[in-house]
């Protein structure tokens, strides 16, 4: 017996029901499910009610009685339109809550994790779990919940009535009664399995959505438009069938509890019939027995509905909750300085790095030291990790401890934040939100008062005057991923908003790419002037734009081969001399070319 309480209440501690609404939300509940019993109870009375009018005119016909029956009725239907309102305010009302508390703490967790996430799940993926998945769990805690109260409430009340009534006509309904649960139990099998079904769908569906209208410019310059369209064409089609396949046990469930019901009623009318022809009941008895038998068919049918949307709500919810047990590969320690003003100085230490503890290391043995304002290049063929080690440094990439020092300090120990605040860092892939230019330079800076400096910053990374040249200006909002500007404008604006936080440590991880090398060179210059004392590191594979570096690094297969000033590693004749030498050649093959074709 203890146990099985104890498994109860385990059971009742996981239930959404509890976790997403009761143990937030008591006092709603409280409120909400008072009033609906007030209702309910309400409702009972009327059968009894009819009943005695009509045993009162089969006998003698007194107009006080039935006017003293009818004011009673008035009033008590405004009470009832009142606790309608309050049960509707508290349970649908509270749903919507639950559903604001829900979204908000699973988009706050995912903001936490790291990019071995967002490899694992797709985009679309998520984007059905943050809206459709949580929009199940909302209907099963708000109408579903107010539904399932609401029929329990009739299985307890209105059996023992009828039984009271007439407890002969009573055994002949409840005959057909237990074919009930049975069914429902047998069909929501098959509605968990389907709605299942249906929720990977959409998933997919989303994603293909989200990954063309991304990708819109590789789809059409590819001529795969058609293709892409038929693949979601097909993807809805079985979206539509698998929908289907779940309607027709959703729509089978409450005709079937209809039919039952009325079976039942007609037995009723013909056994009831009999009975108060022989005189065993009076014809208010069966009627208002009749009544209550057809008030009956609400709780049945609703039983099937409360338990396919508290299905569906548990299955989304196991959705959701797959999400909120992923953590981040980033562990966040508890005792971290909050107080930090570095200078720059940055030591790798002896870093050997994977992304999957499977495969071969990545990066072998790397160790640097950079003192503060010095500037620092690492270059090296593709793929030599050059990214992943500079991604390391605001720990995109998890680090462990005595990897990365900052000033001396053990990154690990520094909170995650006021590291970031400290470094200003270009990715490899342009990002830009369908925002203003203007905000997007600002995405990282709270308060809104630095819009000169903003500008400035633009000048110096010579995107100002495109910038300048747009209707908008500043205020133009950028398309998805800003396929309003160029490649280059791009790459120049996100260079900017690193800038813009005005950061101690500024690192370009070959954000320049898509300008020409000219460019790219005055841009480092420009950098170099205006953030004279700061650390800078740039990853880059123009090495001429580099050639004064205090320190260039060359990497090759995940390990240091060769550092020093650009004199000392021309000396060495190796991989950067034959690297430098390549990149010098295209440039001027490039240079060329432009030329011939301007002429
Ligand atoms: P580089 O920037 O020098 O071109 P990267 O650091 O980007 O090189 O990549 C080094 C290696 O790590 C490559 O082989 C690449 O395939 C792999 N790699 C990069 N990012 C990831 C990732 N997020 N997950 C798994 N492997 C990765
Ligand atoms: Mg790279």
Redesign the pocket.
């Known amino acids: 017996m203890n146990m099985l309480f104890g498994k109860l209440k385990r059971f009742w501690g996981k239930s959404i029901i509890y976790r997403v609404f009761i143990k937030k939300y008591k006092r709603y509940f409280i409120i909400g499910t008072l009033s609906l019993i007030a209702v309910d109870i309400v409702n009972i009375f009327p059968p009894l009610l009819i009943k005695r009018v009509i045993d009162i005119l089969a006998k003698d016909v007194s107009l006080t009685n039935i006017a003293a029956i009818s004011g009673l009725y008035i009033l008590v239907s405004f009470f009832q339109g009142a606790c309608r309102y309050l049960w509707r305010m508290n349970f649908i009302g509270t749903s919507f809550r639950c559903d604001y508390d829900l979204r908000m703490s699973f988009f706050g967790h995912i903001e936490t994790l790291s990019?071995?996430f967002f490899?694992k799940y797709k985009t679309g993926d998520l984007m059905s779990r943050t809206t459709n998945d949580i929009g199940a769990v909302r209907m099963a805690v708000g109408p579903g919940l107010l539904i399932g109260l609401d029929a329990m409430f009739y299985f307890f009340v209105i059996p023992p009535i009828i039984i009271y009534l007439s407890p002969k006509l009573s055994l002949y309904t409840f005959l057909l009664m237990p074919l009930m649960p049975f069914i429902a139990y047998k069909v929501k099998a098959v509605i968990d399995k389907r709605f299942h079904d249906v929720q990977e769908q959409f998933s997919r569906i989303s994603e293909k959505v989200q990954e063309n209208a991304s990708g819109i410019r590789i789809v059409k310059s590819f001529n795969m438009s058609h293709q892409e369209e038929r693949i979601l064409r097909s993807q809805c089609n079985d979206f539509m069938k698998k929908n289907l396949k779940l309607a027709i046990p959703q729509a089978l469930i409450g005709p079937a509890f209809e039919y039952i019901t009325y079976t039942g009623i007609v037995i009723l009318l013909f056994m009831g019939g009999k009975m108060v022809v022989e005189g065993v009941i009076t014809l208010g008895t069966l009627v208002a027995f009749q009544r209550y038998i057809s008030m009956m068919v609400w709780p049945m049918t609703a039983v099937g509905w409360c338990l396919s949307l508290l299905q569906r709500g548990s299955a989304s919810m196991k959705r959701i909750d797959e999400v909120m047990d992923e953590r981040s590969a980033i562990v966040l320690k508890d005792n971290i300085s909050q107080n930090f003003t570095p200078h720059g100085d940055i030591e790798f230490r002896d870093i050997n790095f994977r992304?999957?503890s499977q495969?071969e290391w990545?990066l072998k043995g790397i160790n640097l030291k950079i003192t503060a304002g010095q500037r620092v290049a690492i270059v090296?063929?593709?793929?030599?990790?050059?990214?992943?080690?500079v991604?390391m440094i605001p720990r995109i990439?998890p680090v462990n401890d005595q990897n990365i020092f900052i000033d001396g300090v053990n990154i690990n120990t520094i909170d995650i934040k006021l590291l970031r605040k400290h470094i200003g860092f270009v990715p490899?892939d342009t990002f830009l939100f369908s925002e203003k230019i203007a905000d997007n330079l600002l995405f990282g800076i709270e308060t809104q008062d630095n819009r000169n400096n903003v500008q400035e910053l633009a000048r110096m990374v010579g995107v100002d005057a495109e910038i300048q040249e747009l209707s908008g200006r500043y205020e133009s909002y950028l398309g998805e991923r800003g396929v309003n500007l160029s490649g280059g404008q791009k790459q120049r604006i996100t260079i900017a908003r690193a800038l813009a936080i005005n950061p101690t440590v500024i690192i370009l991880?070959?954000c320049l790419s898509a300008v020409d090398a000219r460019v790219e060179e005055t841009i480092i210059k420009n950098i170099l002037k205006k953030f004279q004392n700061k650390t800078l590191l740039v990853?880059t594979h123009r090495l001429p734009a580099v050639r004064d570096f205090d320190m260039i690094v060359v990497?090759k297969d995940?390990m240091i081969v060769e550092r020093g000033t650009h004199e000392q590693l021309v000396k060495l004749n190796g991989l950067y001399t034959s690297l430098y030498t390549k990149e010098v050649l295209e440039e001027r093959l490039g240079q060329e070319r432009g030329q011939k074709l301007e002429a």
């Open positions: 990019q071995k490899q992304y999957d495969k990545l090296g063929p593709i793929g030599s990790g050059k990214s992943t080690l991604n990439n490899q991880d070959d990853v990497m995940g």
